[in-house]
């Protein structure tokens, strides 16, 4: 059984998205998103799970520039629910903490529980690491923002659990293999990611987007990134639900087309039972 890989330490969020999608599948840690990628390419897992937004910090610039390039087809999506916790070491009580050791992001997530401690915020490498850290210290007043899998894994006691200042702190993913997996047209529940490059005429967007429209496809994502270093050369990332081969959406594509100069089917999957309907 091939693992998943992931980018991050053991014990990260991306870590436990894995864990929580494939239970019982072994998982494979990447120091970068690259490295995830290729281990799919080379055979050294099965799948990768890659973060594309975050419903308190927005998309992922990293997976926006190198998913369209992998070679990796979307072959399903995942909803990671974050709960940060704040890991001491054994024999720790909240009231020791002086410092608080994560990634910038999660600090700025739990700045309630830093603020009312009168910890110092330290920023670290990533969450997972962040625990590592702190386990190898073995000091009472330095205490990690990561996840209650990382505490298991570097023997941490959680002093607080969901110390997250917002409740509804969400985590998606793309889960990318090296060859598609497209469900059947009629099948219920189905999303369709792409990009698409729009001529560089007046209104090329707005009627390139006017199909969706008029055919009743509902688009749930649309990112615009620069490619190339060009501020004319706009990329447009897009998930919608539907499959290409279902009339709506086939129509919706065929008008995108008469405007743009480049269109690529990332992948055709279904939806996870985090939007509702069918899983």
């Not at 050294?44 to 087809?73: K, Q, T, W």
């Not at 570097?154 to 997250?164: H, I, T």
Request: with cysteine; charged share 20%; glycine share 10%.
């Amino acid at each position: 059984m091939r693992p998943i890989s992931f980018q991050g330490c053991p014990g990260a969020y991306s870590d436990l998205a894995c864990r929580s999608a494939f239970p019982g599948r072994p998982t494979l840690p990447c120091a970068t998103f690259q490295q995830t990628i290729d281990a799919v390419h080379e055979g050294a897992a099965e799948f990768a799970m890659l973060p594309c937004e975050n419903s308190l910090v927005g998309r992922v610039p990293d997976i926006h520039a190198l998913l369209p390039g992998s070679g990796l087809s979307i072959v399903g999506e995942h909803f990671q629910q974050v709960e940060h916790c704040l890991l001491g070491v054994p024999g720790a009580v909240i009231g020791d903490v002086k410092r608080v050791h994560s990634h910038a992001v999660a600090l700025g997530q739990v700045r309630g529980v830093i603020r009312e401690l009168g910890a110092a915020a330290v920023v670290e490498a990533d969450t997972a690491g962040s625990a590592q850290l702190v386990a190898e210290w073995g000091r009472r007043e330095d205490a990690a923002i990561a996840s209650s899998l990382a505490g298991e894994i570097y023997g941490l006691s959680v002093l607080r659990a969901n110390v997250e200042d917002a409740a509804h702190n969400t985590t998606r993913f793309y889960i990318a293999a090296s060859q598609p997996s497209v469900p059947a047209p009629e099948t219920p529940g189905v999303m369709t990611t792409f990009v698409f490059a729009v001529r560089n005429v007046p209104a090329a967007l707005y009627k390139a987007l006017g199909g969706f429209a008029t055919n009743g496809v509902n688009m749930t994502k649309l990112e615009s990134y620069m490619v190339g270093g060009a501020f004319t050369a706009t990329e447009f990332m897009c998930d919608v639900e539907g499959h290409p081969e279902q009339p709506a959406l086939r129509l919706a594509m065929e008008e995108l087309g008469f405007f743009s100069r480049e269109i690529r089917v990332l992948g055709v999957y279904r939806r996870a039972l985090f939007r509702g309907g069918q899983d």
